[in-house]
């Protein structure tokens, strides 16, 4: 029986799956099921560069006080997408989706993606575990990295059907700001300044230099060759 990766990715995303499996990373995934409105909401004052790094905190921190996770690394990952200084997450509606596409058809946004590694491998300090007897959350005192890039976004002209026809898909429904590189969304795409991975919803250079931080070698987390 294989030993279970290093690396495990606090996310259900496929996007950010796929970047690592394209990138050789071996993982598992486990779902934080972090309240993300919640923390939004009491996070008001946050831009929106240090509002995805303290959800990015928050699943990874759940995610780390689970029996599956210690001994391993726990990546947490959120995404933004800023137009005209406004925050845009998911629409999860297709009315909402198309009326971000209209806005930001011929423009230039910026997707911002925070990332926090936690580190599990070593004991917590003596002063408490994950969940002490009060009740409180120790997964902070863990070795941790966090990083946000911002990648800024250039749309195409887009038309009234194709805006339609791509929200009909049900493809940008569950993505920050309404699109996607990785799919249908990256023909409305015509320019990428920065990161490509980041935009799918994690960077492969941030997370190298978050693992050498943590004393780790990026060739410690590839999966095993064939």
Known sequence: MSAAPLLVLASQSPGRAGVLRAAGIGFEQLVSHT??????????????????????????EAVAQRPEARGRLVVGCDSLFELDGEVQGKPYTAERA?????????????????????????????????????????????P???????????????AEDEIRAYTATGEPLHCA?????????????????????????????????????????????WAPAD
Not at 105 to 122: A, E, K, N
Request: charge should be negative; glycine fraction near 10%.
């Open 144 to 158: 941790a990295s966090g990083r946000t890039v911002s990648t800024a976004i250039t749309f195409a002209e887009l």
């Open 35 to 60: 309240d993300e409105e919640a923390l939004t909401a009491a996070s008001a004052d946050a831009s929106p560069a240090e509002l995805v790094l303290l959800l990015a905190r928050a699943k990874a």
């Open 98 to 142: 198309a009326e971000r596409l209209r806005a930001q058809s011929g423009r230039t946004g910026v997707l911002h993606t925070g990332q926090w590694l936690v580190d599990t491998r070593g004991e917590a300090p003596a002063s408490g575990t994950a969940n002490d007897d009060d009740g409180r959350d120790r997964t902070g005192s863990h």
């Open 177 to 221: 700001g309404s699109f996607t590189i990785d799919g249908r969304g990256a023909a409305f795409i015509a320019k990428v300044d920065g990161d490509p991975s980041a935009v799918v919803g994690i960077s492969v250079a941030a997370l190298r230099e978050q693992l050498a931080e943590l004393g780790v070698r990026m060739a410690d987390v």
